[in-house]
């Protein structure tokens, strides 16, 4: 069911099952480096239009960076508009199921921190000066005297005596 005003889509939890009885394919993930997509802005938490459970926001994760909301009372799914079509492009279409566990939360949970750590890193360092420190950073992770150069990177004279 599609909501005209929105153009977001409703999906009963049953109905989504038997659909991935049917369509589910076991093709992998596609990467996007360019959604044209655009999405919805995130909401207000929004009660389920079937059973009227509050429903719980799952992020996408894997690149996407909307919200999934579904519903603990009768397993529905809401997905606001356009979001559908960005999980279809990425064959993510049919893997709603595994959005809703720990261990997909956990990682889409660590990604978006990271990204939002970088964008703090950026916004003190600069971009130049980031990619630079990330360079470093990589560097000494290889190296068996990783304190020493650390030590002598911090020491504000390291060769005075």
């Not at 069911?1 to 076991?26: F, L, S």
């Not at 993930?29 to 429903?55: N, S």
């Not at 990604?111 to 360092?125: A, D, L, N, P």
Request: net charge negative.
């Amino acid at each position: 069911m599609q909501c005209p005003a929105c153009r977001g889509n409703w999906i009963a939890g049953a109905e989504y099952w038997k659909w991935v009885e049917q369509h589910a394919t076991d093709e992998a993930e596609r990467v996007l480096h360019h959604d044209t997509l655009p999405q919805a802005d995130p909401g207000l938490p929004i009660d389920c239009p079937e059973c009227r459970f509050r429903m719980v926001k799952y992020l996408a994760g894997r690149g996407l960076s909307f919200t999934v909301d579904h519903c603990h009372g009768c397993k529905g799914i809401w997905l606001d508009g356009n979001e559908w079509e960005a999980l279809r492009k990425r064959n993510l279409h049919d893997d709603l199921n595994l959005m809703f566990t720990s261990f997909w939360q956990t990682e889409a949970t660590r990604i978006e921190r990271k990204k939002k750590m970088e964008q703090i890193y950026v916004s003190r360092f600069g971009l130049d000066d980031y990619a630079e420190i990330k360079r470093i950073r990589f560097w000494l992770e290889g190296k068996t005297n990783r304190e020493e150069l650390l030590a002598y990177l911090i020491d504000k004279d390291p060769f005075g005596v």
